[in-house]
């Protein structure tokens, strides 16, 4: 669901974020505390040592559900977040999305060298393993004359890469496997977007022990094709060096890390599942996903829960590819379907139970942003909402819901300082006129 060939047109040239929120009361008094509290960190973390995690890299994976870090955005968290989208960029950026090319639709970079040439030069990661998404959907004979680039079904959607710096590892105070995938390019990845039908997980466990619904978990159709068709499926090649690295490293502190863009949110959503249904001492497994559209149903929903996986959702209330595909009938979020306060809870339970095709839930913690709070985003369209880019430029300027965009407030502030200034010096000029005029 990536639209790669729009661009977002921003001023800036560093990434920055923000978040979408109810109207509040201004409050500018609280800004100045806030900003200074994020500055200081800001120069900590732009120093040569950066912030060790240390023991505390668990609560920074999700541990307590990211309570307390969302809202003022923890500078910490912020700079995470930040850096696991650096490699869905590095994703995008080894793709070739070149119709014409000969090498269309697989990596450009060999392995070895692919985190140095695609914007990681220093990240103190490996990658191990290079990953495949094959497309489910069955072609029609005439497709042998259209153009190559649209019967391509299987792509290079992103990879495995392992912490191997020691300073890294220690300042992670864990070894960290990161899988990151890249979202929509190819002609039957857009095809597999449009089955937003649910479909059941396959092995899911069913009956009524799930949250007392009959349904049990269901996902949209072609995500699922997506992570599980071929010889050599998506899902196949995870599970394999997955199993691989937890015999190489399973006796130290570890952690999965999986982020993806778009349908690489989506894809990186199923294979969390996956990993910890498989491997019954999987690690710790974190999702952080940036504009993912919905994956499961409410039971799906509860799985992950039930399987101790942690998902953040960066979303961007803009961005219409967070709002699908289908509804939402049971939604723990303020901000999304209004329809859950009018409908009651037996109509939601009987909906469930018929199986609809088209009712999801969201999954995980929610850190929601908006395009329209940042000064920099000079177009709202869906394309520049839904970019990657414009979504890392949001983390980076959300400070907290009762603060606007970062440098929205600094100006702010800047404006009443020198307004303060202006009445002080009238102030003493006229103190000093009285003075004279007295003497």
């Known amino acids: 669901m990536s ?16 978040t979408s929120r109810s109207p509040v009361i201004p409050k500018p008094e609280t800004w100045e505390g806030l900003l200074l509290n994020q500055d200081q960190h800001s120069d900590e973390l732009s120093s040569s040592n ?30 995470e977040i930040l850096r696991y989208g650096q490699f869905v960029e590095s994703a995008y950026q080894s793709f070739d999305f070149d119709p014409s090319s000969p090498t269309y639709a697989t990596c450009r970079f060999p392995r070895s060298t692919l985190l140095d040439r695609s914007g990681l030069p220093n990240s103190g990661y490996r990658l191990t393993k290079n990953l495949r998404a094959t497309s489910g959907i069955n072609l029609p004979r005439w497709i042998e004359k259209a153009p190559n680039w649209m019967a391509t079904q299987s792509s290079w959607i992103g ?44 092995d899911g466990p069913t009956g009524p022990n799930l949250n007392g619904s009959n349904s049990g978990p269901m996902v949209e159709s072609g995500f699922l094709s997506l992570y599980t068709s071929g010889a050599h499926s998506l899902r196949g090649m995870v599970r394999e060096e997955i199993s691989r690295l937890l015999q190489s490293y399973g006796d130290e502190p570890l952690s999965l890390t999986i982020t993806g863009h778009s349908l690489g949110a989506a894809i990186a959503t199923l294979a969390a599942y996956d990993i910890k249904t498989t491997f019954k001492r999987a ?5 952080i996903s940036f504009g993912g559209p919905r994956v499961g149903n409410r ?20 961005d219409v590819i967070t709002k699908v595909p289908g509804v939402v009938l049971d939604n723990r979020e303020q901000d999304n379907v209004k329809m859950t306060t009018s409908m009651p809870s037996w109509i939601q339970k009987r909906v469930e139970e018929t199986q609809t095709p088209w009712v999801y839930a969201e999954v995980g913690k929610e850190l929601r942003l908006s395009s329209r709070d940042s000064p920099y985003v000079n177009s ?11 979504y890392l430029h949001l983390v980076g300027g ?18 009443q ?3 303060r200034e202006t009445l002080n010096r009238e102030s003493k000029s006229r103190n000093r006129t009285g003075l004279i005029s007295v003497i």
């Not at 639209?3 to 923000?18: A, D, H, K, N, W």
């Open 417 to 419: 300082k020198m307004c």
């Open 3 to 18: 639209i790669r060939q729009c661009r977002c047109v921003l001023t800036l040239p560093s990434p920055t974020i923000y």
């Open 283 to 287: 690690p710790m497994v974190t999702v």
């Open 50 to 79: 950066p912030v060790k995690l240390g023991r505390k890299w668990m609560e920074y994976q999700g541990l307590q559900n990211w309570e307390g870090l969302l809202d003022p955005l923890d500078e910490n968290l912020r700079r």
């Open 299 to 318: 039971c799906f929903r509860k799985l992950l829960e039930k399987q101790g996986t942690k998902v953040l959702r960066i979303v961007n209330s803009d």
């Open 159 to 202: 990879y495995v890469a392992v912490c191997q710096d020691k300073e890294e590892i220690s300042r992670l105070g864990r070894r960290d496997v990161v899988i990151s995938f890249r979202g929509t390019a190819t002609c039957l990845e857009w095809l597999e977007n449009l089955r937003a039908t649910l479909t059941h997980l396959p």
């Open 398 to 415: 959300f400070v907290s819901s009762t603060c606007p965009f970062r440098e929205t407030a600094r100006r702010v502030l800047r404006k």
């Open 380 to 390: 709202i369209n869906v394309a520049t909402c839904h970019e990657l880019k414009t």
